[in-house]
């Protein structure tokens, strides 16, 4: 079962997949065109729209919970994993 940790980092690798092949699309689309933009020039050229909430409802979600009931919150989880990931 996958618990909320890993629900969010799969929907933030979706995320970025998306991003990243939404920005090789638009770069390759205009590559004849432009030399390799900056990282500047690529962040500007991102389409941005209005945050939508429809749909959203802040009661439906817990926070800072204990859902494996170890002792750690959520926030200490997300502590525990992202400094597992840079310290081996």
């Known amino acids: 079962m996958a618990t909320r940790y890993h629900v ?19 770069t390759s689309a205009h590559a004849a065109d432009t030399a390799d933009p900056t990282l500047t020039e690529a962040l500007a050229a991102l389409p941005v729209e209005t945050e939508s909430r429809a749909g959203y409802d802040r009661g439906l979600f817990r926070h800072w ?20 990931l840079h310290h081996g």
């Open 65 to 84: 919970v204990d859902e494996d009931r170890d002792g750690c919150n959520t926030r200490a989880e997300v502590l525990i994993a992202e400094a597992s």
């Open 8 to 26: 969010h980092h799969r929907m933030a690798a979706i995320a970025a997949a998306a991003l990243c092949g939404a920005f090789a699309l638009t």
